[in-house]
C-alpha cells in the first residue's frame, strides 16, 4: 500500500477534475489506514508516524463524504464525529 500513496496524491493533484474524484479520496484514506495499522503494530515505531497516517486518513475521509454528501448532509456530520473522536484517542494516547 506505501507505493501506492504518492501516485494518488499525485493524481488528486495533477487536474482539477482529479480534486473531486471521491474514489481517490476513499483509496487514499485506505492506503493511509493500512500504514497507521501497521506502524501500530510494529514495535519500535514512532509515534508521531502513527499521528501522521492516522490524520492524513480522516482527513481524506472528510474530503470524500464531502465530495460526496456536501458539507451540510447528515453523513458528513456523523463522519466528522467519528473522526473527532478518532482523534481524541490519539491525543490520549500522547499524554501518557
Request: hydrophobic share 35%.
Amino acid at each position: 500500500m506505501k507505493p501506492c500513496i504518492p501516485i494518488l496524491e499525485r493524481y488528486i493533484t495533477m487536474r482539477e477534475e482529479n480534486r473531486k474524484d471521491i474514489w481517490a479520496y476513499k483509496y487514499l484514506s485506505s492506503c493511509y489506514a493500512v500504514m497507521e495499522a501497521m506502524l501500530d503494530k510494529a514495535h519500535k515505531t514512532n509515534e508521531e508516524d502513527i499521528i501522521y497516517y492516522k490524520n492524513k486518513k480522516n482527513q481524506c475521509l472528510l474530503t470524500a463524504a464531502e465530495l460526496q454528501y456536501g458539507i451540510d448532509s447528515p453523513e458528513f456530520k456523523e463522519l466528522q464525529k467519528i473522526v473527532q473522536q478518532d482523534e481524541r484517542t490519539a491525543e490520549v494516547i500522547n499524554i501518557k
